[in-house]
C-alpha cells in the first residue's frame, strides 16, 4: 500500500468523500424545460450540489442496508452525465500523460486507451470505496462562504466552504473552478484544510507507476484494490 502520512488520515477520508460531492459540479445544470443553465457562478453551483447530493444521501439511510447497490447505482446514473472521467483520469495520471507529446501515432493511441481504462477505474473505485462514506455526513451543516476570483483570469475561481463536524471541528474546503468555453464552471481540484487531493492521487499514481516499472496497465490494474485498502483502513481508525 502507497503510505499516508498519520496526521493526514482523517483529511484524506473526509477528501476523498467529498469528493463525490464536488464531481456533481462538473459540467452543466439542465432546467426544467430542458434549457441549460450557463449563468450559475461557482459558488452557486457548490451550494445547489451539495443540497443535491445530501437530499440523495437522506433518502439512501432508508433502504441502504438492504439494498446498497441502489444507492451506488443512483450515485454512478447522477455522476454518469456529469463528470468528465477523461479529464479527471488525465490530470491524475499527470507526467505520465504529458508524455504523450513525445510519442508517435501508435504509441499516443495506446496511452489514451490505457487513459479510458483508468476513468473507468477511478469511477468504479471512487463510487465503491467512497460513497458509503457519504452516509456519515448526511446531517452535516455545510456552508459556502462565497466565490473568490483569481486576479490572472476571470474564468478561474476558488469557492470556500465551512463543513461542521463532531467535537466542533471545522473543515475549510477549498474547490478550484474554472469555467469553460460552453459557459459552465467546472471543478479543477479540491484542497480540504492543508490536503490537495490532486497531488495526493497523482503522488499515488506515480509510485504505482515506479513499482510496475512504468507499465502503466498494472498500475492501472492496481489502483482500486489500493484505494479500497485505504478505505478500510480509514473505516477502522
Known sequence: MIGIHADHRQFLGLTATLLIVCLLAIPRWVMADGSELKSTGPAEVIRDVTEQIMSVVADANDYFDEDPDRYYQEIDAALADLVDWRGFATAVMGDYYSRGRTMDAAGREQLKRQRDAFA????????????????????????????????????????????????????????????????????????????????????????????????????????????AEQAEELARD
Open 120 to 227: 473507468a477505474t477511478l469511477r468504479e473505485g471512487l463510487i465503491r470505496s467512497y460513497a458509503k462514506g457519504l452516509l456519515a455526513f448526511g446531517g452535516a451543516q455545510m456552508e459556502v462562504q462565497g466565490a473568490e476570483a483569481s486576479p490572472q483570469s476571470a474564468r478561474i475561481a476558488s469557492v470556500t466552504q465551512l463543513v461542521y463536524g463532531e467535537a466542533d471541528r471545522v473543515y475549510t474546503i477549498r474547490y478550484q473552478m474554472g469555467q469553460y468555453k460552453d459557459g459552465s464552471w467546472r471543478l479543477r481540484n479540491l484542497i480540504i484544510e492543508t490536503i490537495n487531493l490532486g497531488e495526493i492521487y497523482r503522488n499515488q499514481f506515480s509510485a504505482l507507476a515506479q513499482e510496475a516499472d512504468d507499465d502503466l496497465d498494472v498500475a492501472i490494474s492496481q489502483w482500486n484494490a489500493m484505494i
